[in-house]
């Protein structure tokens, strides 16, 4: 059994309130190295996305992951906001119109949304980035067990794995990297976001 629209919607809808449960670490995490406003740009976003869910449910999982997509690029701001744009917006194009998504369908999208960041943001492993969380997610979004809860589960370990290393890195793309030597020691926050986004729908596969 694959996932259909109103899946992807109660994923959606529980990763919003991740977000929202998080959004003052979040913030602290981008206090030390940025601006301290992924928490609160991330809040808005996850909080607007809601919104239009309510509003006008998509019929299809592709649908949903556009919505998402275009409601962060226009709410979110920031690096992030256009940075998880993309990855939704690739995300979405790499379902179609399926009625339902298979293992194989997600772990496709999770490469294009990768590919998708790495195409718009040009960071690499190791730059201290979201791309250091999303990159081993990918690779560890296995569907050799064949259920999307399994794949999703190995890319969040992977991912929270990939937040943890960008600690002692010194950031080389975004707004840390300003900060040279001296953003070493912390963790980069939009890893961070994405680890838990990968969690939270990975917990919520789980449960269906
Ligand atoms: P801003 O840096 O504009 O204040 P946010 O604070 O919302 O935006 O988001 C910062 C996060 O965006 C960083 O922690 C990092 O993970 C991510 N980021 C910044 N630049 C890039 C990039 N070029 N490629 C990938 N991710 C990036
Ligand atoms: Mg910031």
């Known amino acids: ?14 990763a919003a309130v991740v977000i ?19 928490g609160e740009n991330m809040k808005r976003g996850f ?3 809601v919104a239009r869910l309510d509003a006008e449910p998509p019929d299809t999982p592709g649908k949903v992951l556009k919505l998402v997509a275009t409601t962060l690029i226009s709410t979110v701001g920031g690096a992030a906001g256009p940075l998880y744009g993309t990855a939704f917006l ?19 999208a999770l490469q294009a949304a990768l590919d998708g960041v790495i195409a718009r943001g040009k960071a690499a492993v190791g730059d201290k980035t979201m791309v250091d969380a999303l990159t081993p997610a990918v690779a560890a ?23 943890n290393s960008t600690v002692p890195m010194v950031a080389r793309k975004g707004r840390a990297s300003y900060l040279g030597e001296r953003s070493a020691g912390h963790m980069d926050p ?19």
């Open 190 to 208: 939009g890893s961070r976001s994405t680890a838990l986004l990968l969690r939270s729908f990975a917990d919520t596969a789980a449960k269906s």
């Open 141 to 163: 979004a296995s569907c050799a067990e064949g259920t999307v809860a399994a794949a999703l589960a190995a890319a969040a370990d992977a991912a929270a794995e990939g937040a």
């Open 47 to 49: 909080t607007a996305v």
């Open 90 to 108: 690739r995300a979405a194009s790499a379902v179609g119109d399926a009625s339902e998504l298979d293992c194989d369908t997600v772990a496709r």
């Open 20 to 38: 929202q449960d998080h959004r003052d670490e979040l913030v602290r995490l981008d206090q030390a190295i940025g601006d301290a406003d992924h």
């Open 1 to 14: 059994m694959g996932c259909t629209a109103q899946d992807v919607i109660t994923a959606v809808r529980a």
